[in-house]
């Protein structure tokens, strides 16, 4: 059991930027090593937070002492820095989505399970206490139906996320975190159907609007309607209907009609996935991990199946991409 985390990250952008703080706060862990394919800002984040600046992920690894490391890059930067990492035999955070192909994710998945490394996912929302008691509350219940949304600004900026090579689009890059709650509350989902439009911002590549259609492994139904072109926000957040109860569901208070007394959630059982990943890290139990790389490959597949619907015009397996 280590004293101390020493921490590596790769990418030092806005992502980043929140885990670095979350790192530095927690006394078990450390910053000892950051990079980022901006010099200036592996520069300022050393700086920041009193450690070494590379180059380039490889010159962080080669130089070692390192206990785990945080990959917080694009969509499109995946792949050679996490099986770098796996070489290295550290165990990673990585931010979601884990790939922009199936073939990509299942190969390092393939590493991860053969290696038997230690990793977690950047889905959040699982560790709030929101998340916890819905799907407790849920488990001996059947859900008939389950529709989310995802509508926010977002596509309106930020040039790399309006390019297919480099987001995969909104339903990849961003409502993934929706998806991946529509699965850890709802069960597994086997089948999308997907239409998409672009409608409104016609500098960008890839659609500004998104609906699909959800068949759950448990026969439940559900649907996800995405916009990154609203100048406001109403994002992550789902209505789970079973027998005559509908629980609005979003991370920070969800709400049950009609009022059922059953249903409680306290907020004071909400975790850091950072603090839950670092104390994986330094007492090599992984009981509090909820987000495992094998797992979000799962959550890739449905994105990557609803814009293969898309593209088809009718409906696809998750996973048959």
């Known amino acids: 059991m280590a004293d101390q985390v020493r921490v590596g990250f790769v990418g030092c952008g806005g992502n980043a930027q929140g885990h670095m703080r979350q790192v530095a706060q927690d006394p078990a862990a450390r910053i000892v090593g950051v990079c980022d394919v901006s010099g200036e800002a592996a520069a300022k984040a050393a700086e920041q937070f009193a450690a070494q600046a590379f180059s380039s992920h490889k010159a962080m690894l080669d130089a070692g002492g390192l206990d785990a490391v945080y990959i917080s890059v694009p969509p499109c930067a995946h792949g050679e820095i996490e099986l770098d990492v796996l070489d290295c035999g550290l165990p990673f955070f990585v931010e979601k989505p884990v790939a922009l192909t199936l073939e990509l994710a299942q190969r390092i998945a393939s590493r991860v399970r053969e290696s038997n490394t230690l990793t977690c996912v950047g889905y959040q929302l699982r560790y709030t206490a929101a998340a916890q008691a819905t799907k407790a509350f849920l488990a001996d219940r059947t859900v008939g139906m389950a529709v989310g949304r995802y509508w926010c600004p977002s596509g309106r900026g930020n040039s790399w996320l309006q390019q297919w090579a480099k987001s995969g689009g909104q339903v990849v890059e961003q409502a993934t975190h929706t998806i991946d709650m529509m699965r850890f509350l709802c069960g597994e989902i086997i089948e999308v159907y997907c239409l998409q439009a672009n409608r409104t911002l016609k500098a960008i590549d890839c659609p500004d609007h998104n609906v699909l259609a959800i068949k759950f492994a448990s026969g439940a139904l559900g649907a996800l309607t995405t916009c990154w072109a609203f100048e406001g926000w109403d994002g992550n957040v789902v209505d789970i209907f079973f027998d005559r ?71 696809k397996r998750a996973g048959a991409v």
């Open 245 to 315: 109860y509908r629980i609005a569901w979003n991370a920070a208070a969800p709400a049950i009609t009609p009022a059922c007394e059953a249903f409680q959630v306290d907020a004071a059982l909400n975790r850091s996935i950072d603090k839950v990943f670092i104390e994986a890290v330094r007492t090599g139990d992984r009981s509090g991990i909820l987000t495992p790389y094998e797992d979000a490959v799962r959550s890739l597949a449905v994105s990557l199946a609803a814009n293969a619907s898309a593209r088809a015009g009718q409906p």
